[in-house]
């Protein structure tokens, strides 16, 4: 597939939702909607992610953004630091800069959230 420059002008940027980048892993897909690499935001990412039900991305930090996450769908347990939190639908959790986290998805459904970092070029440091 042929991916296309997204549109930027001076007031904004539009990815049309066949260009967003995705990124599989063996738990799920993480698909940018905005950031740095596409050329959208120089300040913030915006990510689409899918966790398969019963499974966990790899515990991780971001030294150089902070992470706000959205659950769309399904129910997760969500590591930060040395918490274990809860998540249901609507609920949203900020991990600060630097804190080790990791989502288990404790549901049979796939877990589907929106993920915003504050950094356009979001950094990551696998711990697992």
Known sequence: MLLTMPTIKPDYALIPAADARSLPYGWGKLTFLADATSGTSADVSMAFVTIAGGQKNMR???????????????????QAGEEWVDMNPGDTIRISRGVIHQADVVSKEDAEMIVVYSAGDRETEMLD
């Not at 991780?60 to 969500?78: A, F, Q, S, T």
């Open 60 to 78: 991780h930090r971001h030294p150089n953004c902070d992470e706000l996450l959205y659950l769309i769908k399904g129910r997760l347990r969500h």
